[in-house]
């Protein structure tokens, strides 16, 4: 069993930067699928980011390309979402989840566990 447990949001203006982070217990976060996902109001939970297992190669939404960055140290079993030039649209509750069996997916489906979620709100 992994327990994944995010922070790092809040409220911040348009163009301003935050970094969520998320720590994760049970398992190695090297053997670990590591992704970012959110959701907004009345949205269904999206893709923003996935980095592989042993730091492999990482992919990013459209959306989100170009300001978003996905990392993670293993040390810490921690993996971070740094967030760049905010958008308003970047407004969501922000997820990690880890996939264990390693599938590289960009679909919340296949992924295992979640966390509990952390709230950005990004204002104009």
């Known amino acids: 069993q992994v327990q994944l447990v995010e922070s790092g949001g809040g409220l911040v203006q348009a163009g301003d930067s935050l970094r969520l982070s998320c720590t994760a217990s049970g398992r190695m976060l090297s053997t670990l699928d590591m992704g970012w996902f959110r959701q907004a109001p009345g949205k269904e939970r999206e893709f923003v980011a996935v980095n592989r297992w042993l730091g492999r190669s990482t992919y990013y939404a459209d959306s989100v390309k170009g300001r978003f960055t996905i990392s993670r140290d293993n040390a810490k079993n921690t993996v971070y979402l740094q967030m760049n030039s905010l958008k308003p649209e970047d407004t969501a509750v922000y997820y990690c989840?880890?996939?264990?069996?390693?599938?590289?997916?960009?679909?919340?489906?296949?992924?295992?566990?979640w966390g509990q979620g952390t709230q950005v709100t990004v204002t104009s």
């Open positions: 989840a880890a996939d264990g069996n390693r599938r590289g997916s960009t679909q919340p489906r296949e992924y295992d566990y």
